[in-house]
């Protein structure tokens, strides 16, 4: 009887083994959803933006050479915008191998989409060397860098929010500068929590920051995430008062590089005039 126990045990272990080993290492599932905006006017051809967030670049799970795979996925997609939704770095005690700021980034210059790549901060990037990764960063024109800050990135109007988590988001002083912008109104950030802040007029709010939990129940939902508002907005759509959010799984681990029912993700999301 102990022998059966034992072996029914230990296939169960290795059963979990293999499944956490494919929900680490896989290749990112894309997931899709797309949105009206009456912001673009009728007949205009859809704008698609492919979200990542949480990179995490380090060791064991996320070399850059990792990364680099996973570029040519997103740029397979052909996306016309690129949106990083911070954690390009994890400095985890677990860590086999924390990379320099010039490794961790080399290969989003690989990045390729007309519209380029736009990028807002996350916890881990603040705690690792955000000057650094920053300066890194300013070396390729395909990347805007947005801290509290807003810019006109082709069609779109894009406001890019720092990081809620490390007390850093500013949303008033990001307004401010789409005052003067047009077309579809996206905000980027890092964590989720500043969604009830974002003004009804946005049609799109982008983060990351939950991992969707990284280790997650079979049946759905996680022990934690990261979110102050616990599983409201920790993954996936959602939509509020005629806003959309959506939170991305993100790539990389943190704390432990270990992911358990959940799977590293890109989200392909299309803007599409009304009516299309």
Known sequence: ??????????????????????????????????????????????????????VHVAGPDMPPNRLAKIVDQINALKPD???????????????????????????????DAPLGAVIVPGNHDHWFDWPALKAELSKFE?????????????????????????????VPLTLEGMAALSGPRIALTHSPDIFPSVPVNFDLVLAGHTHCGQIAYPWGGSPATMSDFGELYACGVVEQHGKTLITGAGLGTSLLPVRLFTQPEIWF????????
Do not use: C
């Open 269 to 276: 999301i299309t803007i599409r005039p009304p009516n299309l």
């Open 81 to 111: 915008l690129i949106a990083i939704a911070g954690d390009l770095v994890s400095e985890k005690r677990t860590a086999t191998h924390v990379y320099t700021a010039q490794e961790i980034t080399a290969p989003l210059g690989e990045l």
């Open 1 to 54: 009887m102990l022998r059966k126990l034992f072996l029914i045990g230990l296939i169960f272990g290795l059963a979990i083994a293999a499944k956490a080993w494919f929900d680490t290492m896989g290749a990112p599932i894309v997931k899709r959803h797309s949105i009206e905006s009456a912001e673009l006017a009728a007949g205009a051809a859809p704008i698609t933006i492919a979200l990542i967030s949480d």
């Open 142 to 170: 395909n990347v805007t860098v947005l801290e509290n800050s807003a810019a006109q990135i082709g069609p779109l109007a894009i406001a890019g929010i720092d990081d809620d988590f490390t007390g850093k988001a500013d």
